[in-house]
């Protein structure tokens, strides 16, 4: 990572309690008012495993840690199931770890690039659930993810292209982490703020987001307030959405 994008990660994690409450379209409206219309926009596939109608717990915003694995070109080996268990753990080891635990900082995004790599889950139950533990608010992919059940049974914040399957070990290597990613046709820079809801994801360049927060906090404002009068005229008892 360059000394520039270390800078950038700081800026936006120091005001990154803007973006709470902002929704993706309201980011979208502020990405349009500062001259960024259709950019930072992921695919339309990429989509929330679970949605929490009640409190939202799947939106979640945070600064962008990015992660880029590529198919292999390791033959696996002719081996005995007692030996596989070894072969798994050290393919893991040395050649498909990402992201790396120990760099995640709280409030980090995991943002993984893994397209058109066969029927990889890049995201299951155990792994997202460390992340979670040391920081992350949850993960995106335009690749797969596995262990839906129990993704959406812990209610841990994952946005993916599609379900999965298989592990790593003897399909897929890590390339790098931390570097510039291109994750559902949106550029994803180390240090950008990501925001993901029912709505799909937004990446915000972080030289922009403090300018993206100020005019989403103008658009959302204003909803808010019309949304809360025609709360009143058709008779739905107000809700956080309106009055927060």
């Known amino acids: 990572m360059t000394d520039v994008e270390v800078d950038k990660r700081t800026d936006v994690r120091s005001g990154l309690e803007s973006y709470q409450g902002l929704r993706v379209t309201d980011v979208c409206d502020g990405m349009d008012a500062v001259g960024l219309e259709d950019m930072g926009q992921m695919s339309r596939d990429i989509r929330p495993l679970w949605r ?60 993984i690039d893994g397209f058109e790599l066969g029927s990889v889950g890049f995201i299951g139950s155990n792994n997202a659930l460390s992340w979670i533990a040391h920081g992350a608010v949850g993960a995106v992919t335009n690749g797969g993810a596995r ?41 994803v820079h180390p240090g950008d703020v990501v925001v993901a809801d029912g709505d799909g994801v937004v990446v915000v360049p972080a030289a922009k987001a403090e300018d993206v927060a100020t005019h989403a906090w103008r658009h959302a404002t204003r909803d808010k307030e019309k949304r809360r009068a025609l709360y009143g005229q058709v008779g739905l008892e107000e809700d956080w959405t309106v009055t927060t």
């Open 52 to 111: 929490d109608t009640e409190n939202f717990k799947h939106r979640i915003y945070g600064v962008a840690h990015t992660v880029r694995f590529v198919p292999t070109q390791r033959p696996v080996p002719a081996q005995t199931p007692e030996e596989f268990y070894e072969w798994m753990s050290d393919w893991y080891g040395q050649y498909a770890q990402g992201p790396i635990r120990d760099q995640i900082q709280p409030g980090d995004l995991i943002v």
């Open 147 to 187: 262990d839906t059940d129990e993704l959406i049974k812990q209610q841990t914040p994952v946005y993916s292209r599609y379900i999965s399957r298989t592990i790593r070990p003897g399909r897929i290597e890590l390339d790098a982490t931390q570097v510039t990613i291109n994750c559902g046709g949106a550029v």
